[in-house]
């Protein structure tokens, strides 16, 4: 029986068997799809990111290890973690570090909205092309704000919509209509690459999201759009407790 990706409590499933079902195409089929500009839009993630040197990163949802990756070509000191629940999307994350001899590199299979790790374990966490097919947005950067150290940022690069109506319409032709056809023939499977784009239907914009950010107890909150905004990168930083004066006690 299928999984009916309307229910909230199946969407996860569906979710994860569908990237189960795409992920030996997933590298190439998004090169395709962006023309080889998604390559770009996670280097300017990780700018924002600006990592400390030798600090502990999380990518959540990260798939076959692209920004895992990213990360590590632009600093070879940091240390990164990846989570993702899809084994065969870790699986070719694994391979591919193996054959980059990447070390500080590590895959672990599990949720983002129950992350396996402790409090305060990162100096700071990414996300790319995934927050549309979460079922708990907010839940899901509650539990980023819980493992990263005071201080640290948080990226999310995704799909967003345009806030000019005719460039909106534009991109709606293509991704809505184009990148069916295109996915379905390069990844594979055409109702998957369907599903991805419709995920974008629902999801808040620009604007709002960023708004959950700070409802999240993100500071410096902020929205920064690409390709005149069917692309975002959001960002948030987790506030620094101060230690009061008089007691040593903290105070937010």
Not at 98 to 116: I, K, N
Not at 153 to 162: A, M, T, Y
Not at 173 to 188: H, K, Q, S, T
Not at 227 to 252: D, F, L, M, N, Q
């Amino acid at each position: 029986m299928r999984s009916d990706p309307t229910r909230p409590d199946a969407r996860s499933v569906y979710v994860r068997d569908m990237f189960a079902q795409i992920a030996p195409r997933y590298d190439a089929t998004n090169r395709v799809l962006t023309a080889g500009l998604d390559e770009g839009w996670r280097r300017r993630a990780i700018a924002l990111l600006a990592p400390p040197r030798g600090g502990s990163i999380l990518d959540l949802c990260c798939g076959t290890g692209d920004v895992v990756f990213h990360l590590k070509r632009a600093d070879s000191s940091l240390r990164v973690t990846g989570v993702d629940f899809c084994s065969p999307m870790l699986q070719g994350a694994r391979e591919r570090a193996q054959h980059a001899r990447y070390g500080d590199v590590a895959f672990v299979e599990g949720d983002v909205t129950a992350l396996p790790f402790d409090d305060e374990s990162f100096d700071g966490a990414t996300m790319a092309f995934s927050m549309r097919n979460v079922v708990d947005i907010d839940g899901v950067l509650r539990e980023v704000l819980r493992v990263l150290r005071p201080g640290a940022r948080f990226v999310n690069l995704d799909v967003s919509k345009p806030r000019n109506a005719l460039w909106r319409r534009l991109f709606g032709l293509y991704f809505y209509g184009v990148v069916p056809l295109v996915g379905g023939f390069v990844g594979g499977s055409r109702q998957a690459y369907a599903y991805l784009p419709s995920s974008l239907t629902h999801h808040p914009d620009g604007v709002q999201l960023r708004d959950r950010f700070a409802r999240a107890g993100f500071e410096k909150a902020a929205c920064v759009p690409l390709v005149g905004g069917a692309i975002a990168v959001h960002t948030g930083t987790k506030p620094v407790r101060e230690v009061a004066a008089a007691g040593g006690t903290e105070a937010s």
